[in-house]
């Protein structure tokens, strides 16, 4: 059985994440529940933007466009931050989780920024039909695809990604993630240390610490426990 690591770039015209469309944020699904008995998915999404109005503008945005598809239980966000967490519930008969749960997938990231969301998942069985099931489930809920970038890859490449995922504490994983979106880690950075510290309600020697510690644990799985 061959395994296949792919990239699918969507547009969900009846999902929320469409609406990153008309606003300068970006968008990352964190968390991922499918609760099938109650034909739910409880999900939590980190929304960010370099403008807090502009984020401010799209909460309500979706809160008033959405309100009959999702259901919001909280939204997290210090005062002043541009960075939210949005947890809510959705529909899972038309989701795009659902295809991709009928469908075998093993789920590693999910993005969304110009109304475009990026799934990356690990699929197994033969290249055309993988292509096949998905192009027809994801039609039958009135999903675009914009591009699919498939790789034929091995079995520990996904566990090397779960590894390296799971090896991360939830907080050092959610300041990592932060701080690659926000430009932390480009030169000049976009965001500096106290920026973050101050979104995360800690101090910037905490707040170093935990950047510190994971980047550690990532680097200690690419170059030592891979040799």
Known sequence: MHVYKVKLDLKHDSCWTYKTSDFKVKAEVKYLFPLITKNSIFEIAEIYSDDKNELSDFISAINRRYGNNIKVANIDRPRSSKVALLYYFKNFDNSVTRV??????????????????????????????????????????????????????????????????????????????????????????RVRLEELAEMFGVTKVTLDRHIRNGLRKILSQLFINSQ
């Open 100 to 189: 991709m749960i009928e469908n075998n997938a093993v789920i590693t990231n999910l993005s969304i920024s110009n109304g475009i969301e990026e799934w990356y998942a690990y699929f197994f069985g033969e290249e055309e039909e993988i292509l096949s099931n998905i192009s027809h489930g994801l039609k039958r809920i009135d999903v675009k695809v914009e591009n699919v970038d498939m790789e034929k890859t091995k079995v520990n490449d996904i566990k090397n990604d779960l590894v390296i995922i799971n090896s991360l504490t939830p907080t050092e994983r959610e300041i990592l993630t932060t701080a690659i979106r926000l430009g932390f880690f480009e030169y000049p950075k």
